[in-house]
């Protein structure tokens, strides 16, 4: 996970944790561990572009033309 | 771009012709309310002046609580059109909207009225309906399918803030994607397909410990704590948006293995509604009987904990369905055009069409078992609803014209 992400996830934990050991049943609780659950998935998500990003490919997205970005068809 | 004046017996539709490598988005042309009033009507004759513009979008609604961004089923479909879905070039990078060359996909965050610190001071989740602005919504979801494009705000998951819009196209296809794209009336009445995930408790929690185990902070306590505060909300806002859509998909433990708790065998359910317009429910071997079907056997060999199918009919929420459910995991090629071989309405236009769909993205999740099976399926589900839209158009301009 990028790491300011993940900073961003074990904070929110942290906030969510305390929150919820004041008031367990109130909306302030419930929308901590809601900002805890966007974190996570966005923390997911981040982790997944940076497993199918290629610099290659990424390059050659916008430079086809380039030698290095040359393809051939027999 | 043409400029053409057609009869009322031609087709309306000439669908711009881009060449090679233009994105739709580049040629559109929108024609405003006023040049389709323009259009006159002597006697037999009827001419209507139409320029080179995308036809109205077919609009389907996805309702998952996974997040937006790269969602399997959502690459799923746009593969299932062609050609790979991307954030839109030279904008927002936080963007959540993905556009291929048929398919927009956006991401209904971006209706949050409330962000991160204001949900946090009013004590309410993203789950709640008064976090999110569904006039805006709806207007914005009507705009598209009246062929206008939409300046559409951009929610940053990263920042938690609502950034600058941004411009969108109306596409061929556009998909909401979201926790409630069925959950405002008018928005469901544009919908022209609906599916809603279901995932059970016990199933999510396995997948997000998957998920979140790895990152710093997070412990089981701490996963299971976030599930549970999400839950009511969830219950009160989300789960009833089920009894609205045209297809479900119920993600369940396996039955095959007794006591699993790792939610890596899944037993996945298509609940399929009956009588939706353009949408004809897969069956297996006669429709509307009930089956159960074990492939594994002698023509078949699958290893544990093999493959168990079941079709019938349902009702759901008062509504008669169609139920395809598929319990186990495909381990080769072969099991899995065994099984395709052997349902119908499917909606392929090849033999093994499904099959080669899932062996195209055999490293996405799911794609051994019935989730990835059924989400393929819904996607060439929705081509063919797409086609029979678009020929239903082709086939009565006169009606077009009046919108």
């Known amino acids: ?35 805890v659950e966007e974190l996570s998935a966005a923390a997911s998500h981040a982790r997944d572009r940076k497993k199918d990003s290629d610099p290659l490919e990424e390059y050659c997205k916008d430079n086809p033309e380039t030698d290095e970005c040359r393809t051939y068809e027999d | 771009m043409a400029i053409s004046s057609l009869h009322a017996t031609t087709s309306l539709h000439s669908p711009c012709t881009t060449n090679t490598s233009f994105r739709q988005n580049q040629v559109i042309f929108f ?19 139409v320029s080179c513009s995308v036809d109205k979008p077919v609009v389907i609604g996805l309702a998952a609580d996974s997040g937006c961004g790269k969602s399997t089923f959502m690459r799923r479909l746009t593969s299932v059109f062609g050609g790979a879905a991307e954030p839109p070039k030279g904008g927002n990078p936080d963007s959540n909207t993905l556009i291929s060359d048929t398919t927009t996909v956006i991401c209904l965050d971006d209706y949050h009225s409330l962000d991160r610190t204001g949900r946090k001071e009013k004590g309410v ?24 494009a939409i300046e559409k705000p951009i929610y940053n998951h990263v920042t938690g803030l609502l950034d600058p819009p941004e411009l969108i196209q109306p596409p061929k296809i556009f998909v909401i994607e979201g926790l409630h794209p069925m959950f405002d009336e008018r928005v469901r009445d544009l919908l022209d397909f609906s599916i809603y995930l279901d995932i059970s408790d016990e199933v999510k929690f396995a997948w997000k410990i998957q998920r979140d185990m790895a990152e710093r902070g997070h412990s089981l306590e701490s996963i299971k704590a976030s599930i549970e505060a999400r839950k009511p909300d ?36 298509l609940i399929m509604k009956e009588g939706v317009k353009n949408f004809n429910p897969v069956y ?35 509504n008669e ?15 899995l055009i065994y099984v395709e071989s052997h349902l119908s309405n499917l909606s392929t236009k090849f033999y093994g069409e499904v099959t080669q769909q899932m062996l195209k993205h055999a490293d996405f999740p799911g794609s051994n078992n019935g989730t990835g099976l059924f989400q393929t399926i819904i996607g060439l589900k929705i081509r063919d609803l797409y086609e029979q839209i678009i020929a239903e158009r082709a086939g009565a301009p006169t009606e077009a014209a009046k919108v």
């Open chain 2, 321 to 335: 369905v169609s139920v395809l459910e598929m319990d186990g995991q495909f381990d080769r090629l072969d099991e």
């Open chain 2, 31 to 49: 024609t405003t309310r006023s040049s389709r009033r323009g259009s006159t009507r002597h006697g037999g004759a009827r001419t209507f002046q």
């Open chain 2, 284 to 318: 297996l071997f006669d429709e509307g009987s009930s089956i159960t079907w074990v492939p594994c056997g002698r023509k078949l060999t699958c290893s544990y904990p093999g493959i168990k199918f079941a079709y019938g009919p349902d009702t759901y929420f008062g």
């Open chain 2, 125 to 148: 989740t993203a789950l709640d309906p008064r976090a999110n602005d569904f006039d805006l919504m709806y207007e914005q979801v009507k705009a598209i399918k009246e062929g206008k």
């Open chain 2, 234 to 269: 969830f219950d009160a806002f989300i789960d009833p948006q089920k009894q609205y859509a045209d297809a479900v998909i119920e993600v369940l433990p396996t039955q095959l293995i007794p006591d699993d708790n790792e939610g890596k065998v899944l037993r996945v359910k």
């Open chain 1, 1 to 35: 996970t990028p790491p300011e992400l993940a900073q961003k996830v074990s904070e929110s934990i942290k906030q969510a944790e305390e929150t919820c050991a004041d008031d367990p049943e109130g909306g302030e609780c419930a929308a901590a561990w809601d900002e």
